[in-house]
């Protein structure tokens, strides 16, 4: 996974894919690492792993990561499984779900943030065996 916070200079070789600021996509995303987008998405995202988006990404979707960084703009409900962190000027209009939030001053977030527990991780070590 990419480095937790990348700070206002972003280091994309810390980021295991990149989508450039070109890129203008719709659909469903999935992924389990950090998945940096730069340019523009509309849908729906569902991931395990580190979602940052650009500081000139514009998304609209809900979005479900592991850990979400926003530099960018986001439209639509977030929820973060361990982290949701509102970076350098970033703009979120809708609802955040997480367990930990960071909101940097000079951000906008308009919407409901609902802190939660964090879950468990599911490693092995983790899992309990259910014997019938």
Same mark, same amino acid.
């Given at each position: 996974?990419? @480095?937790d916070n990348l700070g206002p200079n972003i280091d994309e070789s810390m /980021?295991?894919?990149v989508l450039a600021d070109d890129i203008d996509f719709q659909g469903t995303m999935r992924f389990n690492k950090s998945l940096m987008i730069k340019g523009r998405f509309e849908g729906k995202i569902e991931a395990t792993g580190h979602l940052i988006v650009g500081p000139k990404a514009v998304i609209n979707a809900d979005v479900k990561a592991g850990v979400v960084t926003n530099y960018g703009q986001? +439209?639509?409900n977030v929820e973060g499984l361990e982290r949701v962190e509102l970076l350098h000027n970033a703009k979120l209009t809708g609802d955040i779900k997480t367990p930990d939030l960071i909101i940097e001053t000079g951000c906008?977030? +308009?919407g409901n943030c609902t802190m /939660?527990? @964090?879950q468990p991780s599911q490693t092995p070590q983790n899992q309990q065996t259910v014997k019938k």
């Open positions: 996974m990419a @480095k /980021v295991d894919t986001i +439209n639509g906008s977030f +308009n /939660v527990p @964090k």
